[in-house]
């Protein structure tokens, strides 16, 4: 006869195994289940916003900038791109070498670390820390090449590229020294792969408005045989004067660029 604690030796209570079970479970699932997302710099937790007063008071307005930024921007970013990408896909086929133009900053590759760590300020010159209470300076953030993707855009991008459009990117930055280099291994890195060609700005041009200058490089692109069937910008000025059948803007009410 077995007795009632020998009955154990063979067999673990009930409640170890579930447990067993639990824990195996749990290991599985944290080894399948996406990492969690991570949370955008200033938005853990996003500060409340006051209401804005007239006159227009700075703190209380970079308040509400960022409390857009961590709660609605994505979404409004993402509705747009959405609907950048349906078009393109329904006008590929319908189109002689058709092309996608990509603006970078705030439309194919975000800065908000940097925008934030600046407290909304431009600075042109210096260098770049994130880790001191310096601020950081724009030519060696864009060298860095510490800017990451909006991936909506990469969604678009891809999905331009598989309905064999041409994708090219022009952008405000200056074609000066390093920054070439560093904004083509920055649109890599985070994953703009194929594309066909890279506009940056003239170092000798000193137009007040980068209009001109993205209008010329569209035109260009047309002068290459390409119809420009979508352009997408964050600013007015990466849209102005045509050379595209739709264009799409996108939000960013953190800078204003003419
Ligand atoms: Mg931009």
Redesign the pocket.
Known sequence: MIGHGERYLGRKPRGVTIAVIAAIACVWLSAFSPAPARAQAGCNPPPKPEPLQTPLNLTLVKRQLIYYRCTRYDADLARVLHEARAFVERRAGRVARPALVL?????SLSNWEKILHNDFGFIAEGDCDLNSKRACGQGDWDRSARAVAIVPTVDLFNAAKAHHVAVFFI??RRDVWGERDATEFNLHKVGYEGWNGLYLRPQESNEHSVTPYKTWARSDIEAHGYTIIANV???WS?LANGHAERRFKLP?PFYF?P
């Open positions: 603006d970078i900053d705030e439309t952008t405000g910008g964050d600013q990466d960013n660029l």
